[in-house]
């Protein structure tokens, strides 16, 4: 089951949190794992150390997103390694939870160029190989914030209701040989909101919140990645799955 035997998966934003999780269950699937990261280099080779661990090939890369010649580079590198790529997770992104009057020029930036403008630069680039691999699926991270408004963070949760529609829209373009699927998780225990949940009282917040009584953690997300990956899923396509511990009926 989810098997992702003899695949090449791309994951950006690998060196951390949810990527991260990807990244190493993709692994455990079988999946030789390009990983792509920004800054943290001690973070990627981390992950690369545990999927060689794993018994799969790695290579690491960094890109800033936010570079459209880097995005390039870093998609021609991933599938000139093994002359292929069969997958591919944007799970790279930024959080901001400016309130509309803090806002400047970077707040807005950052949330745009990385986690709306850098998923389709990144599913862009991939393109010419997700094709020439024959079944292609494409997963991008989105949040319950894409489609369940909360206040403040508006760039934020315009630019993942972006992500969402973005991936319908390439999953209509792309069929029937590429599936494009995007997975919206609740509040899970990363860096993005370590703020959010070392503090006692948004944590009881979000815990009181969440139907299924916590946070999730990266695990909790990348088994659905996994699914969608596989060929398990061959008839998924357009979906946003949420992956929220029930938060989203709220
Ligand atoms: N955590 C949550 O509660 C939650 C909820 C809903 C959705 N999400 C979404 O899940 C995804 C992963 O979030 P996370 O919680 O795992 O965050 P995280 O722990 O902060 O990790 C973010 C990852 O994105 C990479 N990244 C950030 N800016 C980048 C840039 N400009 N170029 C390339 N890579 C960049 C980071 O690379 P470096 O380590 O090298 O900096 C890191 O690998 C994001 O799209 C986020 O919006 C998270």
Redesign the pocket.
């Known amino acids: 089951m989810f098997d992702l035997s003899d695949s090449v998966v791309l994951v950006?934003?690998?060196?951390?949190?949810?990527?991260?999780?990807i990244a190493l269950e993709a692994a455990r699937a079988g999946a030789d794992l390009v990983l792509?990261?920004?800054?943290?280099?001690p973070?990627?080779e981390e992950v690369s150390a545990r999927v060689r661990k794993a018994g799969r090939d790695t290579r690491v890369i960094?890109?800033?997103?936010?570079?459209r010649a880097?995005v390039a580079a870093l998609v021609r590198e991933a599938g000139a390694w093994k002359g292929r790529l069969d997958g591919l997770v944007?799970?790279?992104?930024?959080?901001d939870g400016s309130s509309t009057e803090e806002v400047g020029d970077r707040e807005w930036d950052?949330v745009v160029?990385?986690?709306l403008e850098?998923?389709f630069r990144t599913v862009q680039a991939a393109l010419p190989w997700l094709r020439a691999a024959g079944r292609a699926s494409v997963v991008t991270?989105?949040?319950?914030?894409?489609s369940h408004a909360a206040a403040g963070a508006a760039p934020?949760q315009a630019?993942?209701a972006g992500?969402e529609q973005m991936t319908r829209a390439l999953a209509l373009e792309l069929a029937p040989k590429i599936r494009v699927n995007a997975?919206?998780?609740?509040?899970?225990?990363?860096?993005?909101?370590r703020g959010?949940h070392e503090d006692p009282g948004f944590r009881r917040r979000v815990e009181r919140s969440t139907p299924l009584g916590r946070?999730?953690e990266?695990e909790d997300?990348a088994p659905v990645v996994r699914y969608l990956l596989s060929r398990d899923a061959g008839w998924v396509t357009g979906s946003v799955i949420g992956v929220?511990g029930g938060i989203a009926l709220r």
């Open positions: 950006t934003g690998a060196s951390r949190g949810i990527g991260r999780a792509g990261f920004r800054a943290d280099a973070g990627a960094r890109a800033d997103l936010r570079d880097a944007t799970s790279a992104g930024t959080y950052d160029r990385i986690d850098g998923t991270i989105s949040s319950v914030m894409g934020y630019g993942k992500v997975v919206a998780p609740g509040f899970v225990r990363t860096d993005m909101n959010g946070w999730g990266p997300i929220d």
